[in-house]
C-alpha cells in the first residue's frame, strides 16, 4: 500500500510518529485503574443550559 519512499518523507515520518502515540495512549490508557462509574457520575456537577 505504501512504498519506501513514502516512510522517507517527512509526512511519512509523521504518520509514524502519529500512529505510535496513538498505540502508545491506548497502552496507558489500558493500564489506568477504572474507578467506579457510578461514583464519578453522582460526584460531577451539573450543569443546566438556558
Known amino acids: 500500500m505504501f512504498?519506501?519512499?513514502?516512510f522517507a518523507s517527512k509526512l511519512g515520518h509523521?504518520?509514524?510518529v502519529s500512529v505510535a502515540a496513538m498505540?502508545?495512549?491506548t497502552v496507558f490508557a489500558g493500564m489506568l485503574p477504572t474507578p467506579d462509574t457510578y461514583s464519578?457520575?453522582?460526584g460531577?456537577?451539573?450543569v443546566e443550559l438556558a
Open 3 to 6: 512504498d519506501h519512499s513514502f
Open 14 to 16: 509523521a504518520a509514524l
Open 40 to 42: 464519578v457520575v453522582v
Open 23 to 25: 498505540v502508545a495512549f
Open 44 to 46: 460531577a456537577p451539573f
